[in-house]
Each structure stands twice: as structure tokens, then as C-alpha cells.
């Protein structure tokens, strides 16, 4: 079947395929946030309706959480999955946004056309690239290249708590010969990426109490324990002055990196002065005895993804709160155990709580990280296409990020991934004004079409 | 002129006088809040009227922030001036109120009636225990007892901004004999008390700035470095493992106590397990050589009053934020000064800045502790005056608290200060659920009419 005519429709086809994923991007589906629920579930009713209008026998299916979409389309050849996820992050520091990240618009930048708006890059924008490939094929050939399975999640955002209780419940159902998956970025703005190592997550959110109320400083002050000192005094412990984390066996399972990898990995030239000088910074901060890059893709790091206690209003109050509170992330490698990295966290807090000071840890959940194997020959088609639609050649990428949809589809249907994706570093992903350039999402749907060409022929 | 009379008086309209006090305590005159400038304003025209019915000449007097309340009476005897302040602290947490905090009312509890609600105790009950006691003297004799200077402020509660440049520019209105302050407490709930030792405070707000946005803490952790971590180890480094303050210079012009102090504290047998016990604390968290009540009323000590960044709503993001703020005091004593310290705390800051990082000290400002001379007679007169109403006899105290008031009225008109006051450690000011003990306002107005009674005669 002639892939010409596939990539000449999408080039015809993209001002209304902008439109679609502007409405979709309209619909606030925040998943953490139990306001946004109706919207959410709005949000997957859209994605049904769509798939049908491809003649893809979809359909919402409920879970404990937000409910997933499935959709099936049979034909001849591999059969594929494809995964996305249609819930987005919150919006938060709202005064932040140039506009209602929920009115999103094509703008003008000196990049270029971008789709401004929560959920451009991630994921929305991402899915509907593949979305629109098989629209396009569909409309030139009367069918899809081959037999497809599309799964879209609507809890990826809120730590998917759904997820592995519908993989397994419906394992036969989902089991493809490889899974595709949309929700990955290029080599620094450029080069194509079929991403192989993705880092495991550990988050927990602590709640500090000391003083049974909040008290005034001034008659309690130094004679009573405040819980925001004690809880800094916990934060500062994480890192030694070698940047390296101190909770006890944390390291254990973090793999040392292999000769080839390493040298692969020098030969991309990340450029790390300009990685960090895009968002103001000049000095990497992570192990003193790694480099950026492998800081990023190969070693664990934690970070406070928020914290708050006491009076944070306008003007000055001389409180001394009775509890202090943070949210706590660990990236993990390798074979690193998510479950004993927890463990050794709360030993941590534990070890250094006053007397007559509680703590709560509600989440205490993690999971793995994931190492692609690459010997399957898809890889070498999906890179090869890739290659051909860009300006530079398509490499294999390790990637910050925690993508666990990976891991739980070997584990749980033995299935392997491929990791493709076209979001940019400076997509402001979880941050305000995310965008997702118009080049990222034309050349997308095209990187897709003949990804589908490659691996049907 | 009869004291008893008065007394008797205070007796009988004990229930018009809680329901004046009700009627200003529905006023929500926050002043650190700029959404309150109105109701500031309504309380400061309520206490004109109140003092204009007193025959008391009172008028508002405008300040570059919330106005002054002055009024003048004459009289024979020694003149006296009268200050306590209008304003009152946020209300947040609000979800931790038993009810509206500006909606009052009196309750009946296990230790007897009590009136509920924002600046009951600190200070709008207080400050009417003196209006009272002067309705009462007027009513029964006609005229106030002595020359009375009223001077009631409306920014106590934000570091009182335009306290200095007004007693400077109406020092020779302002200057009287002695000034009388009622802004503080009993001793335990139970001893009347005239305190003579204030500690100063210095209070800053910082605001850590790292990456120019929030990142991702997926693509950035480890690399980038996080500005919470920053700002935990900042303050995780402000105390030794000792309970000591580390920054340079800080314990210069910290006193020794005196012999004579020290065992005059010692004699009040303060049981600081139940003062602890009473916020579910047991443990005495201070400078470890020294006593409990020795770190409240003669060590200086720093806290955290509040500490924000990152996201801190429901659910998880795993964001790396831009910014990180706390906003920091230190309680400060003897003849340590505010802007060495201040200093000290700017360079304990920046030296633990990592490259790229920014930070911002807005406030900057800082009081004197204060340390009154009893050697007026006024002390004694006073002393013996609260001996007679209350069931246990008088001490002179300290209090950990910082009122800068009395220092100015020294250090600006040359006039020394009584501070007596009648809360309890338990009044929960700056707290929820705000309380002072209707005893308290009716044997402080007694406890007034008593001291006119004694330095007027």
C-alpha cells in the first residue's frame, strides 16, 4: 500500500487534525483532582466517539478510577497496541499561564508554530499523532495497515492505581505481539528516539506533628520542637556533600553503565550547557563523579516535589505550626527495589523524629525501572523510519522520566515496548504554558504513518 | 474617691461590657491583610465612638497604613498613658475553628465561661478591660481618675510599620508619666503578673529562586538542583546539636542571668511538664543548659513560621520548582542587636547558595528586646493592687514574647512602661479557636480600677 499518499493527506489534512486535538485539549481532565472527574470521564467519551469514527470498535470501560478506553481494529499482519493516556497534570501556579491552559491556541513563536495549552505534549498531543496516522491511512486505503489494539489510560498522571488490576483482569484481551507507546520526547529537540530505559518512581508524601496545635512562637518558641525544622533537618540528610542519597542500601541494584552504552551515549554530544542554561541554570548539581547525562538516564535521584507548614499567607504571623508537610520522589534504576527503597525512607524520617513527633506516610507506593530489549527486528524497522522522516538519524535514548505502563506490560502480558515520541525538553510539560510544537505533531502522525508501513511490509 | 463603688459596678455591667466586647470582636481587623483595610478602619472609628462616650477627646489619626486611635482626658494626679492595639492575626488555618472566629460568642467550658473568637485574648478583650474600668470610674465619680492618654494601634499584628514615625511626630502629645500596656498574661494561668523582660524579634521572608521555571522533576532531577533542598538545608543548619543558633556573632550581648533572677524563677516552681503537656509535647526542645523557662524568657531562639513550595495540593506531581520560600524569626534578648543579626542571617543564607541560585530578604527589620526599670514606685503600687484581686499574690516576670512598643515609648518618649495583662497560656492566641477566659475580662477590669485606684491616690 503506497505510504506516499498517507503522508500526502496528513500534510493536507493538519489544520483539521490541529482542530480535533484542540477540542480535546479543551476537556480539563486533571486525574489527581476529584473536581475534574466528569471531565475526565468526558474526555475518554471523546476518544470512544473518535476511534469509532475510524471504524475501531471502542469502548469506555470502567475501573475503580477513571475508566480506560479500548479499542480493536482487525486485519492481517503483526498486531500491534497502541498506548496513550488522556488525563493531564494540574494547572497549578495558575497565575503563572500566559492564558487559560484550557483555551488552547496555535501561537507563533520564534520556534515555530506550537499548540499551547495543558496536555499539548503530554499526552494528548502525543496520542492523537498516532491517532491521526491511522485516520489518514484509513481514508486512503479503507482500512488500517494491520490488526491494532488501542489502550488509553485516563490515571498515568495520578500514579495509575487502576492500571495493573485491568492489565491482569484482561491480559488476554491486551496481548499484542509489541506495544506501542506515545509519551516520550526527542534527543534534545532533534534527533528522532526510540527511548530504552526508563527510571522507576517511589513517591510518598509526610506529614510531620509535633505540638498537638499550632502555637505562638514567642511563648513556645525554642522550648518546643517546631515540625518545620525537623522536617528540614530530614530533607537536608537525603543528600551528602557528594550529592549522592544516604538512605541505607540505596544503591543497591543501580547498575554501572556498559563501555558501548557509555560510548553511544558520549557520541550524542548532549549538549548540557544549553539543557540547563533553557531553564537558567549553568552548574549540573547531581553525583559529582557522573556525567549530566547519565545523572538523567542511568542514576536514581530524589527530589520535593512539594512542601508547606505554618503560615504562608501575605504579611508576617509568629506561629509555630503543629504540623509540617512534603512530597517526596525517588527516580530509581536498574534493579533498585522499589519496596526497599520505601522501607529505608521511612527508617530514615523514623531515625530522625523527636520525642512526642508522629508521622504519616499514606502512599508508600513505587515501581521499577525498565530496561528495553532491543534483539526484537521492529526496533531496527521503527528506527530506520524514523530516520527518514527527520533531518538527523533516529538513536536509542535512555529518558528521566518514569513510565511504568513498560515494565507492567512485560511483566504482566510479556510483551515488549517501544518508547516513541516527539515532545521537545522545553514542552513546559507539568509546568505552565506546555506547548507542543505544530513540527512535533505533523512530523509525529508522519514518523507514525511510516513506522506502520515499516512494520506491515 | 470609693473604689469599691466602681467595683461594684464592674460587677453589674459585667454582661453590657462582654457584649461591647462582642460587638468589636466581630470586626475582622486583620491588618496584615490587605483585603481587611476597611474592617481596620471600622474598628479603629468603633473604638473613637466607645472613648467619645467616655467624654474622652478621641479622634483617628491617619498613618501611611492602618490609623492610630488617640484620645485625651484630663484630670489631676499623675498622667497616664493607656496603649493596646485594635488589630488581630489571620484566622488560617480556618478549617481548624470550631466556629466563625469572627462571629464570637460566650461558651461554657470545663474551666468556666470563656469568649471565643479572633483577638478575644490578644488584644481587643485586653484592651477593653481598661475602657471598662474607666466606664465604670466615670459613671460612678463622674470624671476618670487622672490625666488618661489613650493610644490604641492597628498594625501590632505586622510589625507595626508606622508605629516609630507617629511617636516621633506626636512625641510631646504622647509623652506621659508612665505608660500602662495590657498585651500580655498571667503567669500559669493563675498569678497576676507585671512583666519586665520583652524579647525583640527579627523576622524575614526569603524566597529561593533556582531554575527559571518549574521543571519536571522526571527530566531535571538530579541534574538541576532543587530549591526546597536548598532552603532544608539552610534552615536545617540554623541550630548545633546543642539547641544553639549557629549563625556568626549571634549569642553577642545575650546576659547572663543574675543570682537574683534565677532564683526568683526558681521560686515560682513553673511545671513546664504541663505547660508542655498541654500541646502533647514532653520533652523541652531548647539550648540544653538551660531550664524551660529560662530558654522563654532569657534565650534567644529562631523558628520557621511558614515554609511553601513546589505543589502542594492534592494527589502527587512530580514537579521541580522554581521557588522556594520561608518566612523566619528570631526572638531575640539583652542587647543583641537586630541588624547584626539580620546581617548574620543574610550571609548564613547566601553562603549556602549554589551556583545559579538567587535569593530575595524583602523584610529586613527588627526590634530590641526590652528590659524594664521597676524602680518607680508606680511598680510596687501596681503590684500590690493585682495582689488584692487575685487569690495568689504578684510577681514581676518575663515573657518570650516581643512587644517593641514598650521600648519605643523608652527609647523615643523616655517613659517607662508596666505591661500587665490578664490571658492565659492557654488562649490559643494566633491560633484557632481564640479564647479569653471571661475571669480573666472581668477581674482585668477589676484589676484596672484597682491600679487607677492605687497610683491616683
Known amino acids: 500500500m503506497s505510504l506516499d499518499a498517507v503522508l500526502a493527506r496528513l500534510d493536507a489534512d493538519l489544520p483539521a487534525a490541529t482542530d480535533r486535538l484542540l477540542d480535546l485539549l479543551r476537556i480539563p481532565s486533571i486525574s489527581t483532582d476529584p473536581a475534574y472527574t466528569a471531565d475526565c470521564d468526558r474526555a475518554a467519551d471523546w476518544l470512544v466517539r473518535d476511534l469509532q469514527s475510524l471504524g475501531v470498535e471502542a469502548s469506555k470501560r470502567d ?6 478506553v479500548v479499542g480493536h481494529v482487525e486485519g492481517d499482519g503483526p498486531h500491534l497496541l497502541f498506548y496513550g493516556h488522556y488525563d493531564v497534570q494540574p494547572v497549578d501556579p495558575l497565575e503563572l499561564w500566559d492564558r ?28 492523537m499523532t498516532f491517532v491521526e496516522a491511522c485516520r489518514a491511512w484509513k481514508a486512503e486505503h479503507g482500512v488500517l495497515p494491520c490488526r491494532i489494539t488501542f489502550l488509553f489510560e485516563g490515571e ?30 526527542l534527543f534534545e529537540s532533534a534527533v528522532p528516539a526510540i527511548t530504552t530505559m526508563l527510571r522507576g518512581l517511589v513517591a510518598e508524601e509526610i506529614t510531620l506533628t509535633g ?19 525537623v522536617l528540614s533537618t530530614i530533607i ?16 543497591d541494584g543501580v547498575p554501572e553503565l556498559s563501555d558501548a552504552i557509555r560510548s553511544q551515549w558520549q557520541n550524542l554530544n548532549f549538549d548540557h550547557k544549553t539543557f540547563l542554561g533553557d531553564v537558567g541554570l549553568s552548574e549540573p548539581a547531581g553525583e559529582k563523579n557522573h556525567t549530566p547525562l547519565e545523572q538523567i538516564w542511568s542514576r536514581p535521584t530524589c527530589d520535593v516535589n512539594g512542601i508547606w507548614g505554618g503560615y504562608t499567607g501575605d504579611g508576617f504571623k509568629t506561629v509555630l505550626p ?13 534493579d533498585q527495589d522499589p519496596d526497599a527503597i520505601h522501607r529505608a525512607f521511612v527508617k530514615h524520617v523514623e531515625d530522625r523524629l523527636p520525642p512526642d513527633f508522629s508521622v504519616e506516610f499514606p502512599l508508600g507506593k513505587g515501581s521499577k525501572a525498565s530496561q528495553m530489549s532491543i534483539e526484537n527486528p521492529s526496533f531496527e524497522k521503527a528506527l530506520k523510519a524514523l530516520s527518514d522522516e527527520w533531518p538527523r538519524p533516529a538513536s536509542y535514548i535512555g529518558c528521566g522520566g518514569s513510565i511504568p505502563i513498560a515494565g507492567y506490560f512485560k511483566d504482566l502480558l510479556g510483551m515488549d515496548s517501544m518508547l516513541i515520541g516527539f515532545g521537545r525538553d522545553d514542552d513546559q510539560i507539568h509546568s505552565p504554558n506546555e506547548k507542543y510544537n505544530l513540527e512535533s505533531f505533523h512530523k509525529g502522525m508522519r514518523s507514525w504513518a511510516r513506522i506502520l508501513h515499516a512494520l506491515t511490509t
Open 63 to 68: 475501573t475503580a478510577g477513571h475508566p480506560m
Open 100 to 127: 487559560d491552559p484550557f483555551d488552547p491556541e496555535l501561537q507563533d513563536t520564534d520556534q515555530g508554530q506550537v499548540i499551547r495549552g495543558r496536555g499539548s505534549s503530554d499526552d494528548k498531543g502525543q496520542l
Open 156 to 185: 498515568e498522571e495520578s500514579g495509575s492505581p487502576s492500571l495493573v488490576p485491568f492489565l491482569q483482569e484482561n491480559a488476554d484481551e491486551l496481548k499484542t505481539d509489541i506495544a506501542l507507546i506515545c509519551d516520550t520526547g
Open 211 to 229: 505540638p498537638s496545635r499550632d502555637l505562638h512562637s514567642g511563648m513556645y518558641g525554642g522550648v518546643a520542637m517546631n515540625p518545620i525544622r
Open 236 to 251: 537536608a540528610d537525603l543528600h551528602d556533600d557528594q550529592g549522592r542519597i544516604t538512605l541505607e542500601g540505596f544503591y
Open 322 to 334: 503543629s504540623q509540617a508537610h512534603a512530597k517526596i520522589s525517588f527516580r530509581i534504576v536498574g
